[in-house]
């Protein structure tokens, strides 16, 4: 891995685009949020469209009660004719009786339910004070205008902070919703290192949600949290700055922000992550056999782009021609920044016909972007990365590296392969 750059791209200019997006709504979050926390049910209060959403995206759960559905708005609802708060109020009585298992309700708002103005807020107010202590109500925004998909998970947890009890007790806070496989990696990794206590917002089940104050200091595994990111400075607490864990390099880095806060000594940090970080090397050497001196641009979609693009090109030798993210926060991508050489085109934003046009001037290797572009663009001999799937996926931490590297590699090989039975 090559030393880092004497100066990254923090402060390079960044071309700030308005205009058509394709993207999916936040209500996607739901999929993998719903997983994660195992007594908390997602009312979705939206249209038909919002349910088809949800089922294509959840696929149908048969064998499972599911944990999450939609209160459909009809059209007299739409039109102001019914009362949505009283209809609202009867579907969530019937749905806690019928299921005594759920502890924590998200409302959960849709472009119809923001059109007709239905206060949500009122509604989990009013709905919480009803069925407390049993259940919290609480509700967020996965509304598709103007949002991406990942800032629905984003909403979910910021909504949560303000509800988290208060302590004064130094501890490590991991905010971001891993899959439990890696959250189990990131906690024992953590206490071999000596750091604790540590708790996880969101936490699996509602007793075990953590509690938050001024001497609470957290750290990100997500780089879509900025909204959360705010909710917890208003607490007090505060934030580590790191890179994100994708890649050898972005985990140590990011348990390595965290050992200098908690003073783990320099021998116990090489202790402990010298055999993990030997294991990704060699897992990304196999898959950056087809990566390395191949071409990638980032379309605006997961939020993930940032530490993704400084994976690629630092850990795979590639190399990124645009990196596109929906929202640059500088505050939570800076360190990711400063770990990427200068070169690339960073944008913000998307006016999807101007970067169509830049893309196919560039005619990169490979190209990440949304389920709605990669079909069309790969009929155009382009390459492509659905985004959705790099969150879909587990790929944080040290053990999951050679999975996210083959994630990329995968279709490079697809294409190399088709190329020589066509020769
Ligand atoms: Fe479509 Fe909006 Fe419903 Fe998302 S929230 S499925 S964008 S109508």
Sequence with gaps: MPPPPATGCRSAPVLKERGQHEVFCGLT??????????????????????????????????????????????????????????????????????????????????????????DLAKAAQRLSARHAPHVRVLNYSGSGIETTFTQG??????????????????????VGALPDVVEDQALRLLSDLGIGPVRCLPARRAEDMPLVGPDTVFALTQPFLGDTHAALERRGARHIPAPFPFGEEGTTEWLAALAREFDV????????????????????????????????????????????????????GMEAIEIGTPYLHKALMGPDLDLIAPGPNLSEGQDVDRQLDRLRAARPDLTVCGLGLANPLEAEGLATKWAIELVFTPVHLYEQVGDLAQLFARPLRRRDLLKLEAA
């Design 265 to 316: 000594p320099a021998g116990r940090f090489e202790q402990v992550t010298a055999a993990p970080r030997a294991r990704a090397r060699r897992a990304v050497a196999a898959a950056a056999e087809t990566l390395a001196g191949r071409s990638v641009f980032f379309f605006p979609d997961s939020q993930l782009e940032i530490p993704l693009a400084r994976f690629l090109t630092r850990e795979c």
């Design 29 to 118: 979050g739901i999929v993998w949020l719903h997983r994660k926390m195992q007594d908390a049910f997602f009312l979705v209060v939206g249209s038909r469209t919002c349910a088809h959403l949800l089922q294509s995206a959840a696929g149908v759960m048969i064998f499972a009660e599911p944990r999450f559905g939609t209160a459909i708005l009809e059209e007299q609802d739409l039109a102001g004719l019914a009362d949505a708060q009283e209809e609202l109020d009867r579907e969530v009585a019937r749905l806690l009786a019928r299921r005594p298992d759920i502890r924590q309700l998200f409302l959960v708002g849709s472009c119809p339910s923001e059109v007709i103005k239905l």
């Design 153 to 174: 998970e984003d909403a979910c947890l910021a909504a949560m902070v303000p509800q988290l009890p208060e302590k004064s007790a130094r501890e490590l806070l991991l």
